[in-house]
Every structure is written in C-alpha cells, then in structure tokens.
C-alpha cells in the first residue's frame, strides 16, 4: 500500500508570495496533520483535520490555513511569505482523530529566498 | 503538554542492544507514551507506544517503569539503519488537551558506529 505522499518535494519563493502544499493520505486514512521542521528542531503541529473539519490549530499566523477534501487528502496554504517560514513541511495520516499512530510523508522542502 | 527529557545524543555499536531512556515526571494517568524516529531526509516513524506494560513489536521494546515517570526504547540488535533522531512523547487519553497532535521535543540522536 502506498504511504502518505506529498507534492511537491522541493519549492523555492520569494518573500511575500503564497505557496499551496499538497498530501494524500493512505488508503482509509480520514484524518490528516500538518507538522513545520525547522532546520535542527523536532516537528511543530500546525493543523489537525479529520472528517474535513479542522480538529487542532497550533500556535501559528492566520497566514496558515488548510482545508481537506472529500477524499481525504489536504492542502496546506501560506500566504504572505517570510524568510522564516522557510523550512520542511510534513503531512501526516491516521485512521482517526484520537490516540492513534500518525504516518508521516518525507515532506515538502520550501524554502524562501 | 507534559515534558520529556531525553540526552541530546548517544552513540551504540552495530549488533549491540541501545538503551534509549526518556524522563516524563510530569505525566498524567491517561498519557500514552509514544516513539517516534526520523532517519536522515524522511518525515519521523512511528515505533511503538504503551500506558503501563512493557510493550514489543518488531521493531524494538518499550519498558515503562512502575511509577511511569520515566521509559526507556530499547533497539535488541542496532543496525546502521537504526542510526536517527529518537523521540518520546507523551499523548493523552481524552479527546481534549493534546491528544490530536504529537507534541516533539529535540529528541536524541543515535549514532551508531559499524
């Protein structure tokens, strides 16, 4: 069975512009989480949705936003870019939304210039 | 969120067991502990979680210590794949509080030498 994938691998922009990044999740997975990794640092949770709802919101600027679609997978959006937001973005699936493993991607490394 | 506290790093010979330990004093009766490990330019992995017993799968051991303050992921034979950054964390119970996200710390890393 495939994994989570996530599109695009790498993505360079500039200060200012707006990036879209993309996840499935696998096969029945209904719940999917975004995760930012700073170079040196663990994961930080961004957003949780399941059932295409959001379900958690980290500490992050309203210039964050995701949605999820009927099949489940997801997009995340940031808008306004900064030169700190460069970083690695990871997806992760689970069958729901409680106490349950999450499966990560490889993620999508942005990076702003 | 309850804390963890694990050595920034540690180092294991390849086909020796590896102790990985995490303190968690702080921790509530309903959290789960779980590892987590992320390989060089991979997204982390799950590893195994466990409340109160001692919990193995085919990847490695947890053992939880009695009062639950503290673990310890145990590697039975490392490998040179093994050689990544180790998390624990601490997930509650209900569906409140943070349970719907894992919450990473800087985690360990394990080098592991041939």
């Known amino acids: 069975d495939a994994g989570v994938t996530q599109s695009p691998t790498h993505l360079i922009k500039t200060r200012g512009q707006q990036v879209t990044l993309r996840c499935s999740p696998i096969s029945g997975h209904k719940s999917v989480s975004w995760y930012q990794q700073v170079l040196g640092q663990g994961p930080q949770f961004i957003f949780q949705y399941y059932e295409k709802e959001e379900r958690g919101r980290g500490n992050f600027p309203d210039r964050f936003s995701a949605r999820q679609f009927p099949n489940y997978s997801s997009e995340l959006n940031v808008n306004a870019l900064l030169l700190g937001d460069s970083a690695l973005y990871l997806c992760?699936?689970?069958?729901?939304?409680?106490?349950?493993?999450?499966?990560f991607g490889d993620g999508t490394r942005l990076s702003i210039l | 969120d309850a804390k963890t506290t694990q050595p920034n790093s540690m180092e294991s010979n390849e086909e020796e067991p590896v102790h990985l330990p995490c303190n968690h004093s702080?921790?509530?009766?309903?959290?789960?502990i779980h590892w987590y490990r992320q390989l060089p330019s991979q997204g982390p992995e799950y590893v195994i979680h466990?409340?109160?017993s001692n919990v193995n799968n085919r990847m490695a051991s947890l053992a939880i210590a009695e009062d639950r303050k503290s673990s310890t992921l145990i590697l039975h034979r490392a490998t040179l794949r093994d050689a990544a950054v180790y998390y624990c964390i601490l997930r509650g119970l209900n569906s409140g509080g943070s349970n719907y996200k894992l919450t990473f710390g800087k985690g360990t890393l394990l080098t592991v030498n041939p």
């Open positions: 992760a699936s689970s069958p729901g939304a409680l106490n349950q493993p999450q499966h």
């Open positions: 702080t921790i509530s009766g309903t959290d789960y």
């Open positions: 466990g409340l109160t």
